[in-house]
């Protein structure tokens, strides 16, 4: 079968052929759209680690839009062209690009029910309601201590120099794991837990709000943790530092606490909803 050029997910590509007989502005455009369906920016999801001096290249790279475009389109069109969709790729003075995620790429979520079977989480059975509460009250105040760096406005840490352009933006580097919205999306959940805390009845619907909320977030700090040690970076390191945390391992263990609390405290209740 003779080989096809410029293919995408969505396109089979072009023959030779059909390549050739394209206007220069059409080959040069056609060049320039492959490029992106293929690469990216790496602050898309490349792991940054400052003190290692810049992205950890996991999914591969840096590409560099030349070699790129050479090498899928050099057999059918002469080096000038390459050049000016090279330009094109580049106008933005990013040179260092990171390859598009493939399906399969990544891990897909987990089938429904199995969601939290990874998760050391399970509710403590036969806890009187009373001592289930208050322990939720316990846990979420230490959590509330521990997150108040990442909730709170801060000045972002310096990028270190001599990165080049395709330094990510400050909150990528900071917010790798999880944004600052994410984690006032906990704060607001631990106020709300708090209130139904005080109620006689608490509604069970908020309370399994937060406990979503506490979950999905201990999910996106542990897998960024993952990531880094399959990528032979310190785990424990770096990125929180910029929110005034040393050790992100701590902010994974006060987020399972008190999801394994609330998973409790939901278990014990003994009135009808």
């Known amino acids: 079968m003779a080989r096809r050029y410029g293919a995408t997910e969505t396109f089979d590509g072009y023959t030779a052929t059909q390549f050739r007989r394209m206007k220069k502005t059409d080959r040069v455009e056609?060049?320039?759209?492959?490029?992106?369906?293929?690469?990216?920016?790496?602050?898309?999801?490349?792991?940054?680690?400052?003190?290692?001096?810049?992205?950890?290249?996991?999914?591969?790279?840096?590409?560099?839009?030349?070699?790129?475009?050479?090498?899928?389109?050099?057999?059918v069109v002469d080096f000038e062209l390459i050049g000016k969709a090279a330009e094109k790729v580049q106008a933005d003075g990013l040179f260092d690009w990171a390859p598009r995620p493939k399906p399969g790429d990544y891990d897909e979520d987990p089938p429904e029910g199995e969601a939290d079977e990874d998760l050391d989480i399970a509710p403590t059975p036969n806890v009187p309601e009373p001592e289930a509460r208050a322990d939720v009250l316990q846990r979420i105040e230490a959590l509330e201590q521990l997150i108040r760096p990442l909730v709170e406005e801060h000045s972002p840490p310096e990028i270190l120099p001599g990165i080049g352009h395709n330094q990510p933006p400050p909150e990528f580097a900071i917010e790798e794991a999880v944004s600052r919205e994410e984690w006032r999306e906990v704060q607001a959940a631990i106020e709300e837990l708090r209130a139904e805390a005080t109620?006689?009845?608490?509604?069970?619907?908020?309370?399994?709000?937060?406990?979503?909320?506490?979950?999905?977030?201990?999910?996106?700090?542990?897998?960024w943790a993952r990531d880094r040690i399959n990528a032979g970076i310190d785990a424990g390191g770096a990125v929180l530092i910029g929110y005034g945390l040393a050790d992100p391992q701590t902010v994974i263990g006060a987020l399972t606490s008190v999801a394994q609390s609330v998973a409790t405290w939901i278990s014990s209740m003994p009135w009808p909803f």
């Not at 369906?37 to 840096?62: L, N, V």
């Not at 909320?213 to 542990?222: I, K, P, Q, T, Y």
């Open 30 to 75: 056609a060049m320039v759209e492959w490029f992106h369906a293929h690469f990216e920016d790496p602050a898309e999801r490349t792991p940054y680690e400052s003190a290692e001096g810049g992205y950890i290249w996991i999914w591969g790279g840096p590409h560099e839009a030349t070699e790129e475009i050479e090498a899928e389109f050099g057999e």
């Open 199 to 223: 109620k006689p009845e608490p509604e069970l619907e908020v309370v399994e709000r937060g406990q979503n909320v506490f979950v999905r977030v201990l999910r996106a700090v542990g897998g």
